[in-house]
């Protein structure tokens, strides 16, 4: 191979690996599950509080987005008066960028409303999953 043709398939291929895999995260979005535990049986709180969370959320940029069957998950606790008592991050995404921004939504959007009078439990675990999804 030529030096030239050498230079030029080094250079296609240098592209493909750092230009592709952003092309593909560019064509997607990210997506929020909320999973409450116990016996929370208010669609209208669960609403709230997804709703709360998902508009507190700064998506990073495509380049920070998780791989495939990657997600960062935050587990919070939710006192009664809709304080914050914990978040943690359970599952990390493999991008801290991405991994800090779903922790920062759940922080910012606190404090949710108050608990439903007839939930009975000291406090309320919520988890919620933030992963990428990219456009067929």
Do not use: C
Not at 23 to 45: C, I, K, R, V, W
Not at 55 to 84: C, E, F, N, S, Y
């Amino acid at each position: 191979m030529k030096p030239h043709a050498r230079f030029r398939f080094w250079l296609a291929l240098l592209s493909a690996l750092l230009v592709g895999p952003a092309a593909l995260a560019a064509g997607g979005h990210s997506q929020l599950q909320t999973f409450f535990q116990g016996q929370l049986n208010s669609a209208d709180y669960q609403k709230k509080v997804f709703d709360r969370v998902a508009r507190t959320w700064k998506q990073p940029g495509a380049r920070h987005a998780p791989g495939p069957g990657k997600k960062a998950i935050v587990q919070a606790m939710v006192a009664p008066d809709g304080q914050l008592l914990s978040t943690a991050l359970v599952m990390e995404s493999g991008s801290k960028v991405w991994d800090a921004a779903a922790l920062n939504a759940v922080k910012k959007a606190a404090p949710f409303p108050r608990l439903p009078a007839d939930y009975a439990s000291p406090a309320l675990e919520v988890h919620f999953h933030w992963s990428w999804a990219t456009s067929p």
